[in-house]
């Protein structure tokens, strides 16, 4: 501040500068003042001086050295100025310290004599606290007597009591906080002036003091705390004691629903221990499906009882506690009923887990037994076997070992699975069964020893085989050595034209050898490897075998040979790739002459103005590819070439260098004739675009204040947007089209332009179009709610508010068979629609839903009060949810109908409303709305059926009742009740194989009607190895029957088993798979096993369809045939699907008849559609009646196979035809008039859209709307390829797909404009 005052002050002669940042606020004032008083800033010149009105002098300019001065300066007087400035700080702060020494040296003293004085004082002051805290207490005492009355129980008798008691207590409790206030203030204040003391003997005893009547204070506030609320305690006391009640009887059912699942696992509990099997799996799933329940019933009952306990007292306190203890020792019980029965469970999954590790080692153990009985020829005595023998037999017994320790290492793998998965069941299951699999894992792991142990004395016995074949192989690899030496000899001796056969036959004897040396090699080396390894790895002893030496010096050289003729080879190849490559060139540079040639004699004859011929240019652009190919080829053989193939390369150059030249002078000729066409496409893409835009532009103003616009002048709006949006694109494939050709640059860049142009108008169009139909819709969406809503207010005249529409016809029609958009309007502009819509916004309801008058049954199904449920919901019986009862739980998408007004719930804001189920006819309340603005119900169309065939309509449910009358395909029926879907049986199925040719399927053992068809047998056999079937037991006198191989079912006789006297069992079955009966031996005599029995096998009484899914639209593999045999994988299922029937109950539209229809097909009866496709050629008229013998009938046009049309409501008959006919308006030109659906009982001229119908159409529609995307084709180069194509475009994605469209003609893009230009105005001509 002093150095802005300072500066501000000097005079002009001193010119310092101004020191940094801004300047005080109170200076920066002064300084405003001074200028608004006409006062300069100091100059070189003077100071401050009052402005002078007179003209404005030019000031002298101030030398460079004047101002270095001056600067040089200012900085000299700043720096003194700081300078003192910071000495005047110093001396300042040294003076101050030295004063605050001496006055606290003077003040040490006093001190001492003042804390002893203040401590005296303070202990005086005690005595005096400590009376107020004894008086508290006393009123916290009495407080606890005053509110004694309020423990004790809620009843009529002490209500006045205990409403004076609460009165006395909240007295009280606000007369004793005031007293405990003003002690814990008085003792907070002794406290401060203890802590301000500094030091003194006493200081301790009194804060200790101090602190034990805090705690006093603190016990009185906390006594006091407790009845603070004792209004709202007992308030919530008296409402617990209403509420226990309701808890009782809820815990009571819960208790029920507890000991009943409890009862449940009782029988579990006791079989536990024993033997499981007698358990079913569907006791355990009814035990634990039942304890769920329980428990997901107590659950939220104990948790609303825990909740209900929060905060109260008393007795009350004391009943929820009892209340939480019955339902926490329900919680216990169920808890220990569900270890039981999760015991038990994990017991049953033990057992089959056993089971199968047992079986699996019986198997294994089978698997070793004939895996003993492959080393059966080394055992017979014989040293030395034939080589054939001993590799069959070695081999034999790899296969088994090998077979054998697969099995083993299969089964350790899943007794090793199967211990982990055990340790996931009960503690107790799981450790026994871990026993019993430990052992099955220690049998297996002997038997791995046993099968390594085999496999050391195969390979003992291999090692003397080894050699055998080494000799063989290297000899026959000389022979093929020998062959191509000879044929080499040749090559080098064959000629030019004879040297590629020569090769040919000199590669195909290389081939030979070359196989024959490398087998010769492999066999050397798997040969020594093999030994090397049955030597455990004896390198030594390998190398001392003389013979396997020498056969690899024998390969070495035969290798040797074949590199020779690798050389050999190549050479000749060489020579035959230089005379094919210059050959080729040779024809290429031959037909390129040719087609120069031919285009420069037809340039001569070109039109001076039309574009050359399309196949000129075609010709021009290959002869350019194929001059470009062939000169690249031959600089790039130049570069490598020598000798004489170098000669021929450069002459070759020289050709096609002045073939390039001539093509230059016929591609001019092509470009100075493409330059006046395209400037025409230029200019008439321009005016194309050009026209476009005008035509856009009044849509994108309405978008831009779309409230501003007529509401009825929104369809037409949309329309022209539409033009306008077909213009713009029409516009841009004309664009497109041009910049297909090949132009020049120029000629490019404009069309580039013009795209961007048609890009933005699209964008454009489009926004504006999709601003104004949203508008469009919110609006009719707003005014049709309003207007029904004021047509449902004025309707509901009946009892309760129910819907009466026929008295409000009549009202409208006045006499009438129809109301009109007039009538309709003059009811509005009478009595209003009761909301805040414009007289356009009602005309232009009318005229959607009035747009031909509105029949009386039209009218009705306008107004039916029908709801779709939108969340889950429950119906009652009552009105107030508190003492209403379910009825029963409606789910998402069921329709129920109004059967009264909407009414609101004063206490808790719902909005209900008396209902009917249409499915099952039940009735009651159901809330509409939550206060918090939650819909359960969404306003539906009344529902209605048609009949794709006839049908009969029945006076009950009962398909057996008698018929009302007959129903055709093509009626529509109004949905009264339904569907009641039913289902009219159930086949069962299993999974398995067949064991005739192993076909694996779902096997129906049990159709529709329950009858069975496949029956499960004891008594099957499964063939082990490949045995003989013989006609008698008797091994002497028997005949072979046939052979039964591995894996097929036999079935057991009856009383038909021998055991003949050498040794062994034999059995006699009927084979499944022919039915063929005979002996087989299931046991030989070394004890051998060819057939052991089998369970889960079903035999085939009748024939039965073998599935291939579970579901009923699954297709049949194959049939079985009776006695044919079927492996199970598991037991029956019920097959999915099936039979249903469907029933309805319905009011045809045609007579109104009441009664029933059931549907047995699916697609007898679907939903009603109001969207009509035509199938046949139909005639729409103006009227009804389609007889012309009783009224002129007027046809307005006539309807086309496959054209839509949109009927007002459900077809009715025409009594002058007996035609059923529906009143209609065509979706193609907006057509309105009556058509045929049925012509009496022949077949259909139109029927309703189906679902997937109408969602296709839907889509259709608003792909039209729209309208089609610009496209986005890059210009071309000289190629005829685009060019700034992005790395996506170049693979085929993205926006590069576009590219790849068949580009269309501008010539027929431009017709295509012009004639869609004449069809719109034509249009709106016929409008207007």
Request: charged content about 30%.
């Amino acid at each position: 501040m002093s150095s802005w005052s300072s500066w501000a002050g000097q005079s002009a002669t001193e010119s310092p500068k101004p020191p940094q940042g801004l300047p005080p606020v109170g200076l920066r004032a002064k300084i405003a003042t001074l200028r608004q008083q006409g006062v300069k800033r100091p100059s070189d010149t003077g100071s401050f001086s009052p402005l002078k009105q007179e003209p404005v002098k030019q000031e002298p300019v101030e030398s460079p050295a004047d101002n270095s001065a001056r600067q040089a300066k200012i900085r000299a007087l700043a720096e003194k100025i700081r300078s003192e400035s910071r000495q005047s700080r110093e001396e300042s702060a040294q003076q101050k310290k030295q004063q605050e020494a001496d006055k606290q040296a003077a003040l040490t003293e006093q001190s001492k004599k003042k804390v002893e004085e203040e401590l005296l004082r303070v202990e005086n002051l005690i005595p005096g606290l400590e009376e107020k805290v004894v008086s508290a207490e006393d009123e916290t005492e009495r407080i606890a007597i005053l509110a004694a009355p309020l423990s004790m129980e809620a009843v009529e008798d002490l209500k006045e009591v205990q409403a004076q008691a609460i009165r006395d207590t909240e007295r009280a409790v606000k007369a004793t906080k005031i007293h405990l206030d003003g002690a814990v203030r008085e003792l907070e204040k002794i406290k401060r002036e203890v802590q301000a003391i500094q030091g003194g003997a006493g200081k301790t005893k009194l804060v200790a003091e101090l602190a034990k009547l805090d705690e006093r204070l603190q016990a009185a506030r906390a006594k006091v705390d407790e009845h603070k609320n004792v209004r709202k305690d007992h308030e919530a006391a008296t409402q617990a004691e209403k509420t226990l009640a309701e808890l009782s009887g809820r815990l009571a059912g819960v208790e029920m629903e507890c000991e009943k699942a409890v009862m449940m696992a009782e029988p579990i509990a006791k079989v536990l221990g024993s033997d499981l099997q007698e358990l079913g799996a569907a006791d355990i799933r009814e035990a634990k499906e039942a304890l769920r329940v329980a428990q997901a019933t107590l659950a939220p009952t104990l948790r609303l009882i825990i909740g209900k306990s929060a905060g109260l007292k008393g007795p009350v306190l004391q009943k929820m506690l009892d209340l939480q203890s019955r339902a926490e020792e329900s919680k216990n019980q169920l808890e220990r009923a569900q270890q039981t029965v999760e015991e038990a469970q994990s017991g049953a999954a033990a057992q089959p887990i056993l089971k199968q590790a047992k079986e699996r080692l019986a198997a294994v153990e089978e698997i070793l037994e004939r895996m003993r009985e492959t080393e059966a020829p080394f055992l017979m005595g014989i040293e030395t076997l034939p080589a054939d023998e001993s590799t069959e037999a070695l081999d034999k017994m790899d296969t088994a070992a090998k077979l054998a320790m697969s099995a083993l290492l299969d089964s350790n793998k899943y007794v090793s699975l199967k211990i982990v998965e055990v340790g996931r069941l009960s503690e107790a299951t799981a450790s026994s069964a871990r026993q019993e699999l430990e052992k099955v894992k220690k049998q297996i792991d002997d038997h791995v020893q046993r099968v390594r142990k085999f496999q050391a004395e195969a390979s003992k016995r291999r090692r003397v085989h080894l050699v055998v074949g080494i000799k063989h192989s290297v000899e026959v690899a000389e022979a093929a050595i020998q062959k191509l030496q000879e044929l080499s000899g040749e090559l080098r001796k064959a000629t030019a034209e004879n040297l590629a056969e020569a090769l040919e036959k000199a590669r195909a004897a290389d081939v030979e050898a070359q196989s024959a040396v490398t087998a010769a090699r492999r066999e050397v080396q798997d040969k020594q490897q093999d030994m090397r390894q049955q030597e455990g790895g004896q390198a030594e002893t390998l190398k001392g075998d003389s013979e396997v030496l020498r056969s690899k010096v024998r390969v070495n050289s035969m290798e040797a040979e074949l590199n020779k003729f690798k050389r050999l080879a190549g050479e000749a190849d060489e020579k035959i790739k230089v005379q094919k490559s210059l050959h080729d060139i040779f024809q290429v540079l031959a037909s390129a002459d040719a087609d120069i040639q031919r285009l420069s004699e037809a340039s001569k004859h070109w039109l001076a103005n039309p574009k050359p011929p399309a196949e000129d240019e075609q010709a021009v652009t290959a002869v350019q590819g194929t001059l470009s190919g062939a000169t690249s080829q031959v600089e790039k053989k130049i570069q490598a070439a020598r000798g004489l193939e170098l000669k021929e390369l450069k002459t070759v150059l020289g050709r096609l260098q002045k073939a390039q030249k001539a093509l230059d002078t016929v591609k001019e000729a092509v470009r100075e004739r493409n330059r006046s066409e395209s400037k025409g496409l230029v200019q008439e893409a321009s005016a194309a675009v050009q026209k476009a835009e005008q035509m856009l532009g009044p849509i994108v103003k309405a978008a831009a204040a779309p409230a501003n616009e007529p509401v009825l002048r929104f369809p037409d709006l949309l329309a022209e947007g539409k033009d306008a949006l077909q213009s713009m694109s029409q516009a841009t494939e004309l664009v497109a089209a041009g910049q297909a050709k090949q132009l020049m640059l120029e000629v490019k860049v404009e069309f580039a332009r013009l795209q961007m142009r048609c890009k933005t108008g699209m964008r454009k169009i489009k926004t504006a179009l999709s601003e104004l139909s949203s508008y469009h819709e919110n609006t009719v969406s707003q005014s049709t709610a309003a207007v029904l809503d004021a047509l449902r207010t004025a309707a509901r005249r009946g009892e309760g508010g129910a819907y009466v529409p026929e008295e409000l016809f009549t009202e409208l029609a006045s006499g009438s068979e129809m109301i009109s958009e007039k009538q309709l309007s003059d009811f509005f502009a009478t009595y209003g629609t009761g909301s805040q819509l414009s007289d356009e916004q009602v005309q232009l309801v009318m005229r959607l839903l009035v747009p031909h008058g509105l029949t009386r049954r039209a009218f009705d199904a306008l107004l039916a009060d029908y709801y779709s449920v939108a969340r889950d919901i429950a119906i009652t019986d009552d009105f107030e949810i508190q003492s209403a009862k379910k009825v029963r739980k409606l789910e998402v998408g069921e329709l129920v109908e109004a059967r009264g007004a909407v009414q609101i719930h004063e206490t808790l804001g719902l909005e209900r409303v008396m209902c009917f189920a249409v499915l099952d006819g039940a009735s009651g309340w159901v809330t509409v709305r939550t206060k918090a603005g939650v819909s359960y119900l969404t306003s539906a169309p009344k529902p209605f059926l048609y009949c794709t065939q006839d049908v009969s309509l029945r006076r009950s449910a009962d398909s057996e009742t008698d018929c009302v009358r007959q129903l055709h395909a093509g009626e529509a029926l109004e949905l009264l009740q339904g569907p009641e879907h039913e289902r009219l049986g159930s086949e069962k199925r299993l999974r398995g194989i067949a064991c005739s040719d192993e076909s694996s399927g779902w096997l129906q053992v049990q159709n529709s009607d329950g009858a069975t068809m496949a029956e499960e047998r004891n008594n099957m056999f499964k063939c082990t190895e490949a045995i003989a079937m013989t006609d008698v037991e008797d091994f002497d006198s028997c005949s072979m029957v046939r052979r039964v191989d591995v894996g097929e079912a036999l079935e057991l006789l009856p009383g038909s088993e021998a055991n003949p006297d050498s040794g062994g069992t034999r059995m006699k079955f009927r084979a499944c798979r022919d039915g063929l009966e005979g002996w087989v031996t299931t046991r030989g005599s070394q004890g051998k096993v060819y057939a052991q029995p089998v369970k889960r096998h079903f035999v085939c009484i009748q024939a039965c369809p073998l599935h291939a899914g579970l579901g009923a639209e699954s297709s049949v593999v194959r049939v079985l045939m009776p006695g044919e045999a079927f492996e199970a994988f598991e037991d029956p299922k019920e097959v999915t699907g099936g039979l249903k029937r469907d029933t309805y109950k319905v009011r045809a539209v045609r007579d109104g008849a009441d009664g029933w229809v059931v549907a047995q097909t699916a697609g007898e009866i679907v939903q009603w559609s109001k969207t009509y496709k035509v199938l046949k050629t139909v005639p729409l008229t103006k009227s009804q009646p389609a007889n012309e013998a009783a009224e002129v009938v007027e046809v307005v046009r006539v309807l086309e196979p496959d054209e839509l049309v949109d009927v007002s409501e459900p077809p009715t008959e025409d009594r002058s035809s007996g035609q059923l006919r529906a009143r209609c308006v065509a979706q193609k030109d907006q057509s309105a008039g009556w058509a045929t659906v049925r012509d009496g009982l022949s077949s259909l001229h139109m029927r309703p859209l189906t679902e997937a119908e109408l969602i296709e159409a839907k889509a259709l529609t608003a792909a039209e709307d729209r309208g089609a995307a610009a496209p986005t084709t890059p210009p071309l180069d000289k190629s005829g390829k685009g060019k700034g194509k992005s790395k996506t475009a170049s693979k085929g994605k993205g926006r590069g797909q576009a590219s790849n469209a068949p580009k269309r003609p501008f010539v027929e893009v431009k017709q295509e404009m012009e004639q869609s230009s004449w069809q719109r105005s034509s249009k709106r001509y016929r409008s207007s």
